[in-house]
């Protein structure tokens, strides 16, 4: 069966930078299309981007809100996608999720972001 | 960007009883060329990341109980729990998957009466 673990959350401060990651397992990476969802506290589900498998073309795509400051990345030989959080405010604070396909089939159990001073 | 909204925001429903939990998207979701509905429902519970319960509006993920329905197509959907069970307490989504961005209803919590 599928997993994902995402790890590299932590607290940091406004304007700092952070990398996630998310390591899959269970199934052929290299053609899924892996998306970043996040949930801030007490709040709903908030898309942030996606990339398409290479095959696919390897399209990014990204919400409004981090445009410019988020990167989305892979490395299909570690199965691994990251997201590179930039510019980092504090309505950035959020438990990270990364998720397969293009129906989120399948979700890790996230990580936690925190930006404050 | 599509927005959808999904009534109510909260429902208590008896144990044993039919809860039905609607989204409504502001644009048609449907693709007409493979006519499928690019529509989600999503389940979570405190704690728990989102769980896939439907997708492609009506098609139910393996695993899910079968008292889970979605129905619906274009711009009106609905999620039915045919007989609520405790465990099925939970906020749940519908999720447009039709075009950039990704979008959320706004959550349902359901509760037990």
């Known amino acids: 069966e599928a997993q994902l673990v995402e790890s590299g959350g932590d607290l940091v401060e406004p304007g700092g930078s952070l990398r996630l990651s998310c390591a899959g397992s269970?199934?052929?990476?290299?053609?899924?299309?892996m998306n970043w969802v996040r949930q801030a506290p007490g709040k709903g589900l908030e898309w942030v981007g996606r990339i398409k498998s290479k095959p696919n073309g390897g399209t990014i795509d990204y919400a409004a809100p981090v445009k410019g400051r988020f990167t989305i990345s892979r490395d299909d030989s570690k199965a691994t996608v990251y997201l590179q959080m930039n510019s980092l405010r504090t309505d950035d604070t959020a438990v990270y999720y990364c998720?397969?396909?293009?129906?989120?089939?399948?979700w890790g159990q996230g990580t936690l972001v925190t930006v404050s001073s | 960007d599509i927005v959808m909204t999904q009534s109510p925001d909260s429902l208590a429903v008896s144990l044993g009883e039919r809860a039905t939990i609607n989204c409504k998207s502001s644009q048609s979701v449907l693709y007409s060329s493979n006519n499928k509905n690019y529509l989600g429902w999503y389940q979570q519970k405190p704690g728990q990341p989102p769980k896939l319960l439907i997708h492609w509006a009506s098609t139910r993920e393996s695993g899910v109980p079968d008292r889970f329905s979605g129905s619906g197509s274009g711009t009106d959907f609905t999620l039915t729990i045919s007989s609520l069970q405790a465990e099925d307490v939970a906020v749940y989504y519908c999720?447009?998957?039709?075009?950039?961005?990704?979008?959320f209803g706004q959550g349902t919590r359901l509760e037990i009466k």
């Open positions: 999720q447009q998957y039709y075009s950039i961005p990704i979008t």
């Open positions: 998720s397969t396909g293009i129906q989120s089939d399948y």
């Open positions: 269970g199934f052929t990476f290299s053609n899924a299309w």
